[in-house]
């Protein structure tokens, strides 16, 4: 969230509890009127956005075989070796940003 908060724009509360996974914040924010269909100004992130931990649909990491081409509709394959090392590192909830 630090990130969001110095590099975008008119990030809400309601962004913020949402990507913190604090849902009394979240349903105290909503009864009160908070909007949720207002974006962020650089990259046009909805509150929903910050919730979700990939994406809106059902992604996942999994080790598995890697054939070097994309073979999956969703999920991200890696070595068993490096998923046990992410895994092992990584709590529940982390933000990832995939970067090419």
Sequence with gaps: MRWFLSNER???PLMMAANNGDLSVIKALLES???KY???GRHCLYPLNFA????CSAFGFHSGNCPGYPASHG???MP???AKKLFGLT???TRVVIQQ
Excluded: E
């Excluded at 979700?52 to 994406?55: C, V, W």
């Design 91 to 93: 709590p529940v909830g």
């Design 10 to 12: 008119r990030v809400t």
């Design 75 to 77: 999920c991200i394959r």
């Design 52 to 55: 979700s931990r990939l994406s």
């Design 38 to 40: 207002v974006y962020s």
């Design 80 to 82: 068993y070796s490096a």
């Design 33 to 35: 009127g908070a909007k």
